[in-house]
């Protein structure tokens, strides 16, 4: 049976296209990544000083500050911290805005697949809030709003969790998607698993040193491991047939 050359280029170039927009979206996803983690380091050298129970302490401490004062419209010295805050909370916002791409692309991966790319779908899902939380935390800088800030960092972490699980489970039962990159989710998973242990386990005159350093080492992992995984599906999404 012969194909109908007009045909088969119409196929090919909405193949091409779909793939286009996939690639968009994951490129996106990477982009975001990319841009929170060369802007973190920029927002800590210019935060303008101060801890909760120390405001005369110079600059940002890596042991003793967390991420969420960086955002404060009003470092703990008392100063402005405009740069700061403005380089913190934009990153912070589009780091939850552009891994929301991920997740919506990603169940194209596992298509032709029954339990792999329901286990994708649920995880996407559940990644849509997690991407969501990122932006509520930077909309409520934690001077201004603390008690709605520290909700959307706890749910931050703890809807990691099953994203990492499901996400985990679809690349094992997947035969495109190489079992390196379920490595890199159990990774994340037992580092958010270690630090959410931590915080419920450690006592109150430890838990702020606990927090503020496994707090920066969540945040660096979060952002490193949805960079490869973006990077990864990007090039996955290339050798699809559909």
Not at 164 to 179: C, D, K, Q
């Amino acid at each position: 049976m012969m194909t109908n050359p007009e045909n088969y280029g119409k196929v090919t170039i909405q193949m091409q296209s779909k793939r286009n927009w996939y690639n968009v979206l994951f490129t996106l996803s990477a982009i975001g990544m990319i841009q929170a983690l060369v802007l973190l380091p920029i927002a800590i050298i210019a935060y303008t000083g101060g801890l909760a129970g120390d405001p005369d302490s110079p600059g940002f401490s890596l042991l003793y500050n967390f991420l969420s004062d960086l955002g404060r419209t009003v470092a703990y010295s008392g100063t402005s911290n405009l740069i700061s805050s403005l380089i913190f909370n934009i990153s912070l916002f589009f780091t939850g805005v552009l891994l929301i791409p991920y997740f919506i692309a990603l169940p194209k991966i596992f298509q032709g697949t029954r339990e792999p790319l329901w286990f994708s779908i649920f995880g996407s899902v559940i990644g849509v809030f997690f991407a969501l939380t990122f932006v509520g935390a930077s909309l409520t800088p934690s001077d201004l709003y603390m008690e709605t800030h520290l909700m959307f960092g706890a749910l931050s972490f703890i809807s990691g969790l099953p994203i990492v699980v499901f996400h985990t489970f679809a690349i094992l039962g997947s035969p495109r998607f190489p079992n390196r990159y379920a490595v890199i989710y159990i990774a994340l998973g037992v580092v958010l698993s270690i630090f959410l242990y931590s915080i419920f386990q450690t006592g109150p005159s430890e838990i702020s040193l606990v927090v503020t350093i496994g707090q920066k080492f969540v945040v660096v992992s979060i952002m490193l491991c949805f960079l490869v995984q973006s990077l990864a599906a990007n090039k996955i999404i290339n050798t699809s047939d559909s």
